[in-house]
């Protein structure tokens, strides 16, 4: 039975050796990865290519991926095989007509091949006579016989870009702003920031994934294919994001179970369940009002205790009673935070800290709440008094602009009060409507105003104290009051959220001792030291400044819709600065990469938050806003500057 079984075997091996090595390939041929991955390994062009030949093949062979293929380093010998490669190519139509493709120039791209792998379908043309023809005729013949299977490279160039997913198919197909991404399988992601505590899978790819993309862009059809997606996985880490409220959490509700439901704050949907913890912390003046109560408590206390003894507190430790003893005060700060019992402490101005991870449908699960009655600190008062204001009028008749002092800066005001009247009116109609309520002796309430000032840029500042400032450029570029509208609320955002203050403040020891540190690393002699630790400390300035942006755009958007804008046309700004400025940073934003960043935040914000808003009905104002835009060039001299811009 043994030598039956090996005499079998022996006969199947001599069998088998007659087949071709190809036989075994069919079950898995190569692809497109497996070369990038030869690649890689360094392995040499030639044996590459043995291989190619030697196999059986699946090789995607679409003209942008073999630039694609071409821009990772694959050479055109090797990219010429995959074209020729047996099972590289689709089956030819019935009746059509081919000739065997070759692989084209590095500076020409050819579409798919669609030749059938089987010599039998493969017609073959006859060569044709050579005829002279003049130029014109040349010319013309190769305009009309020109293949349509071959374009120019001038319709692909590479592309950088950064954004936020807008609309998600599948994780090899989905838009950031206007840029179709398609993204083959084989290639993988560039993850920066891992960590143990985050994992990502392509799975998880979502509308508001911000992902940077390199790779090969086709300005015809807007199609960006992918040769390199990168993703910083710090976006899925917890937020800790503080935030002044502009309205009262209405739907937010006590169960027995704990506080549950939706807090529009932030421009934002924040999600509370019966295991989050929702705190109320008493500010300093709260604290200073306990402080008095309990030290009125213990005076009446002590007399009580014994109105002749005015060693009280020794009296008062001989008992073992130190609960209204001076050591309370520590104590009270020790538990600066408690439970949420009442929505009465709660509501506009109120300052509130959430913690917790954004969920799929744009929400943030939040895991701690804390709410702190807000009031102003010395240092921001000091700030606000820093910042005084000294203006002269303008002259209409004489088309003399005022001057404005603002601090240390110095403008001069657009000489129309019509043009300054309108941008006021606007202004005040997107303040929040819990500022305008405050009386005027309320030290939280911001007076706010708005100046169109000569500039000769797109750009618009605020002050802590609610000075606004438009430079007239702005309506050289934008179409409608809803723009308008969009950079007057983020301005204001920056107003009501303190953001001025607050970066002043942000890790203000850590600042200071890296710049002693690079002072003093300087002064040693170690001048990398000290651009190093320069550098650190503008990255921490910057990167907070980068969520403060961020910020601001939200609210602007919930402050536009407050007012009844068309919050479609806020990311449209971004669209006419990008077409006016480029993609790179803007002054106006020099925080952020590019302005597809920006515009797909803004998208992918409108998609999450403000879902439910039936912005047809919302207004855009483009003739009043015209009629202002030409008063305003005509104060400057201007003539109207055109841009085209794709819908």
């Given amino acids: 039975m043994v030598k039956v079984v090996v005499s079998l075997a022996l006969v199947l091996t001599i069998s088998l050796s007659y087949f071709p090595f190809s036989f075994a390939q069919d079950i898995s041929p190569l692809r497109n990865a497996d070369i990038v991955r030869m690649v890689r390994e360094k392995l040499p062009t030639e044996k590459i290519i043995e291989k190619i030949n030697n196999s059986s093949c699946a090789f995607d062979t679409f003209p942008t991926v073999l630039?694609?293929?071409?821009?990772?380093?694959?050479?055109?010998?090797?990219?010429?095989?995959?074209?020729?490669?047996?099972?590289?190519?689709?089956?030819?139509?019935?009746?059509?007509?081919?000739?065997?493709?070759?692989?084209?120039?590095?500076?020409?791209?050819?579409?798919?091949?669609?030749?059938?792998?089987s010599p039998q379908s493969q017609a073959i043309t006859q060569p044709q006579p050579k005829t002279e023809a003049t130029p014109t005729q040349s010319n013309t013949a190769a305009k009309q016989t020109a293949p349509a299977n071959v374009r120019s490279a001038k319709r692909l160039k590479e592309k950088k870009i950064l954004g936020y997913i807008t609309e998600f198919y599948s994780?090899?197909?989905?838009?950031?702003?206007?840029?179709?991404?398609?993204?083959?399988?084989?290639?993988?992601?560039?993850?920066?920031?891992?960590?143990?505590?985050?994992?990502?899978?392509?799975?998880?790819?979502?509308?508001?994934?911000?992902?940077?993309?390199?790779?090969?862009?086709?300005?015809?059809?807007?199609?960006?294919?992918?040769?390199?997606?990168?993703?910083?996985?710090?976006?899925?880490?917890?937020?800790?994001?503080?935030?002044?409220?502009?309205?009262?959490p209405l739907e937010l509700l006590q169960t027995e179970s704990g506080w549950r439901?939706?807090?529009?704050?932030?421009?934002?949907?924040?999600?509370?369940?019966?295991?989050?913890?929702?705190?109320?912390?008493?500010?300093?003046?709260?604290?200073?009002?306990?402080?008095?109560?309990?030290?009125?408590?213990?005076?009446?206390?002590?007399?009580?205790?014994?109105?002749?003894?005015?060693?009280?507190?020794?009296?008062?430790?001989?008992?073992?009673?130190?609960?209204?003893?001076?050591?309370?005060?520590?104590?009270?700060?020790d538990e600066e935070f408690v439970p949420l019992t009442s929505l009465a402490d709660v509501g506009p101005g109120t300052i509130m800290t959430y913690h917790g991870r954004e969920q799929a449908d744009g929400t943030v699960l939040a895991s701690k709440v804390e709410f702190t009655r807000n009031e102003m600190e010395k240092a921001e008062f000091d700030l606000w008094k820093r910042v005084k204001v000294k203006e002269t009028p303008f002259n209409f008749e004489a088309n003399k602009p005022g001057e404005l002092k603002v601090g240390s800066d110095k403008y001069k005001v657009v000489p129309n009060q019509e043009v300054q009247d309108y941008v006021n009116r606007l202004g005040q109609s997107l303040v929040p409507e819990y500022q305008k309520a405050l009386p005027e002796s309320n030290p939280q309430k911001i007076h706010f105003q708005f100046r169109v000032v000569q500039a000769k840029s797109f750009n618009a500042s605020c002050y802590p104290s609610g000075m606004i400032i438009i430079h007239s450029d702005v309506f050289q570029l934008l179409e409608n009051e809803a723009q308008l509208a969009a950079v007057l609320a983020h301005e204001i955002a920056h107003a009501t959220q303190e953001h001025a203050y607050r970066?002043?403040?942000?890790?203000?020891?850590?600042?200071?001792?890296?710049?002693?540190?690079?002072?003093?690393?300087?002064?040693?002699?170690?001048?990398?030291?000290?651009?190093?630790?320069?550098?650190?400390?503008?990255?921490?300035?910057?990167?907070?400044?980068?969520?403060?942006e961020n910020q601001s755009d939200r609210l602007a958007l919930q402050y536009m819709a407050d007012a009844g804008y068309d919050l479609r046309e806020a990311p449209r700004v971004w669209k006419l600065v990008a077409i006016s400025e480029g993609y790179g940073p803007t002054f106006y934003w020099s925080s952020h990469d590019n302005a597809p960043e920006r515009r797909s935040f803004m998208m992918v914000t409108i998609r999450n938050s403000f879902s439910t808003l039936n912005l047809s009905s919302f207004k855009k104002n483009e003739d009043s806003f015209q009629r202002i835009a030409k008063l305003v060039r005509e104060a400057d001299g201007k003539k109207r500057q055109k841009i085209k811009v794709l819908s």
């Fill in 261 to 333: 439901g939706l807090i529009a704050a932030d421009g934002r949907r924040v999600r509370i369940e019966p295991d989050t913890k929702v705190l109320f912390r008493v500010n300093q003046s709260g604290k200073k009002q306990v402080q008095e109560q309990e030290k009125a408590d213990r005076e009446n206390k002590k007399h009580e205790l014994n109105p002749e003894n005015k060693d009280w507190y020794k009296e008062s430790k001989s008992r073992g009673d130190r609960s209204w003893s001076s050591e309370s005060d520590a104590k009270f700060v």
């Fill in 503 to 548: 970066e002043m403040q942000h890790n203000k020891k850590r600042r200071t001792a890296l710049a002693i540190g690079s002072l003093v690393a300087a002064g040693m002699g170690y001048y990398s030291v000290s651009r190093i630790l320069t550098m650190v400390n503008t990255a921490m300035i910057q990167g907070y400044g980068r969520t403060l």
């Fill in 171 to 248: 994780p090899t197909s989905f838009e950031i702003e206007d840029y179709r991404i398609t993204r083959d399988e084989s290639v993988e992601f560039d993850f920066e920031n891992q960590s143990a505590d985050i994992s990502f899978k392509k799975e998880d790819l979502r509308v508001g994934t911000l992902v940077e993309i390199r790779g090969l862009f086709d300005e015809t059809t807007n199609e960006l294919r992918a040769a390199r997606v990168k993703i910083d996985l710090d976006q899925f880490r917890q937020l800790d994001v503080t935030t002044i409220l502009d309205r009262k």
């Fill in 67 to 117: 630039e694609e293929l071409r821009y990772r380093g694959v050479s055109d010998e090797i990219l010429d095989a995959m074209v020729k490669a047996p099972r590289g190519r689709r089956r030819v139509p019935p009746n059509s007509v081919t000739t065997s493709p070759t692989l084209a120039p590095a500076n020409v791209a050819v579409e798919r091949s669609s030749t059938n792998s």
